[in-house]
């Protein structure tokens, strides 16, 4: 891989095979920097010809703003996945966290050309993309394929497998991926320790998790995985978590700041974003005499995904569906944990 600041070259780098793919690691990169990159193949002592080049932005730094993607349950090879690919592409941003099910019915690789790079093509060559393994990913080999697919940090638990679970920062935030296929006695014990201890070095950036299953819900068709309530959502509040991201039910929704299974004030929760309209067939929402307390938004008439621009004083997500409407649109001051709260004042 041959990788140029304009026209100056930065780095060529030979490609090792892994897991049957080509991984090459480029390192000294300045932060916030544009750059250039082709791809080749050196066969015979020949040059082959190479596929590029396209651009990639680094991480900007820990006080930048940034923008995201999140979006999940996906992978079908249908029209409706393809139509919000292109959507999406329209937009600029700087990284995609994906919350699971990246490709149906059982995540085998054999299913990733149609229904994952062919889709994103336009996406996956210029920003990271960043998957968590969903219910469906998980059915083959537990989710072999996509971690064979992706090189992901190998920064999660000692106990679990490599890129299972894993942390990275990025601007002004961090952010924590857990696989929530496991058993809860695992979660518990292995995973949420874990979880607090990463983001108990973060300081006053965003912290943001996210996961598969949901904590809460509103969709009509299942209700919440008792499960990862029990364990995620308590050890988010603990880690005073701004946000916990997930997919599963195939719908939009924004909930309230939650503490304790109750809303409370801006600034003293978690808030629960469920973006899992990426493609595969939507789910409906409750009707809304029969939401409760917790949920502010839910959209399920068409798919969407989750676009946040985020900066040191504030953040604003806005869900945008296939027509370019947005359907849901919130601002929050923060990061919204107050500061005495994240760094209390010794007297």
Request: aromatic letters at 12%.
């Amino acid at each position: 891989m041959e990788v140029r600041d304009g026209e100056r070259l930065v780095a060529r780098v030979p490609a090792e095979v892994e897991n049957g793919q080509y991984v090459a690691a480029v390192t000294g990169l300045q932060p916030g920097q544009t750059y250039t990159y082709r791809v080749g193949l050196r066969q015979d002592r020949t040059d082959q010809p190479s596929s590029g080049p396209w651009t990639c932005k680094t991480d900007p730094g820990p006080t930048a703003s940034f923008s995201f993607l999140a979006f999940g349950d996906s992978g079908t090879g249908g029209w409706g996945q393809y139509r919000l690919a292109r959507r999406m592409a329209a937009y600029r941003f700087d990284l995609v966290i994906h919350t699971g099910d990246l490709v149906y019915k059982t995540g085998a690789a054999r299913d990733y050309p149609h229904k994952f790079f062919r889709p994103y093509a336009d996406i996956i060559h210029s920003v990271p993309f960043m998957p968590v393994i969903g219910n469906h990913d998980y059915e083959t080999e537990r989710g072999k394929p996509l971690l064979d697919t992706f090189v992901l940090p190998r920064n999660g638990p000692p106990e679990a497998d490599p890129e299972r679970h894993y942390w990275f920062d990025f601007g002004c935030a961090r952010f924590v991926a857990i696989d929530t296929d496991g058993e809860e006695g695992t979660l518990r014990r292995t995973v949420m320790p874990w979880l607090k201890k990463v983001f108990a070095s973060a300081q006053n950036r965003w912290r943001f998790v996210y996961c598969h299953h949901p904590a809460y819900t509103c969709c009509a068709k299942r209700g919440a995985v008792e499960g990862v309530q029990r364990t995620l959502a308590p050890a988010a509040e603990e880690a005073q978590v701004d946000i916990v991201f997930s997919g599963h039910d195939h719908l939009y929704q924004r909930s309230r700041p939650i503490r304790s299974g109750k809303p409370v004030d801006d600034g003293r929760g978690t808030v629960y974003i469920i973006s899992g309209a990426g493609g595969a067939r939507r789910y409906p929402a409750k009707p809304p005499d029969q939401r409760g307390d917790l949920f502010v938004v839910a959209y399920d008439e068409d798919y969407c995904f989750t676009l946040v621009d985020v900066s040191p004083d504030g953040l604003t997500l806005q869900q945008i569906n296939t027509e370019d409407r947005a359907v849901d649109r919130w601002q929050l001051k923060g990061p919204p944990w107050s500061s005495a709260d994240r760094n209390p004042q010794t007297p």
